[in-house]
């Protein structure tokens, strides 16, 4: 997956010298915007899960994740502790979507949690009415596990969506 995508655009390792263009994509993208200090901890916590999607040197899309500690919900061990990934956010500029950048971007991620942070499941919230993020998910296969009432600032309900990554 990484490496040269549709031979224009390519997926790497978020580096600080991206912190505006990534910052700038979420602003442009989403209404839940991070601070800067929240983009710049994610990066230093968890560099393996911060990525990039690049087309001629500039930024168009990006994933940033954290890993998490906690008693497993997808276990066949019930309240086994283990290690999972949490998509905190996802965005591809308007002009760049529909073009495979968001699936490599999550399965580069989903691929790195395993194998830097040895995560054995992933979660993430999506807004119940983003039609095309919770098909995209479905496709990488996710699955909707609760429903959050009133989780966005605007009071939208969230689909928590789960994907085992390993035993």
């Known amino acids: 997956m990484e490496g040269k995508m ?3 655009y390519s997926i790497r390792k978020f580096e600080l010298k991206d912190l505006y263009q990534v910052i700038s994509i979420n602003r442009r993208c989403l209404p839940e915007n991070y601070s800067e200090g929240f983009f710049i901890s994610l990066y230093r916590n968890f560099p393996e899960t911060f990525i990039v999607a690049e087309k001629d040197g500039v930024v168009v899309g990006y994933i940033m994740c954290r890993i998490e500690s906690g008693l497993s919900n997808i276990s066949f061990t019930p309240f ?6 949490h998509i905190i956010s996802i965005a591809v500029l308007p002009e760049h979507q529909r073009k495979g950048l968001g699936q490599a971007l999550i399965e580069k991620a ?16 999506v807004r119940v009415s983003n039609e095309p993020a919770i098909r995209l998910y479905k496709k990488i296969g996710f699955e909707v596990h609760t429903v959050i009432r009133g989780y966005y600032a605007d009071g939208e309900n969230a689909y928590v969506m789960i ?3 390993q035993e």
Not at 80 to 85: Q, R, T
Not at 110 to 125: D, R, T
């Open 6 to 8: 549709a031979s224009t």
């Open 80 to 85: 086994s502790i283990s290690k999972k990934g």
């Open 110 to 125: 989903l691929e790195n949690m395993v194998k830097f942070y040895n995560a054995k499941s992933c979660y993430l919230e």
């Open 163 to 165: 994907k085992r990554l």
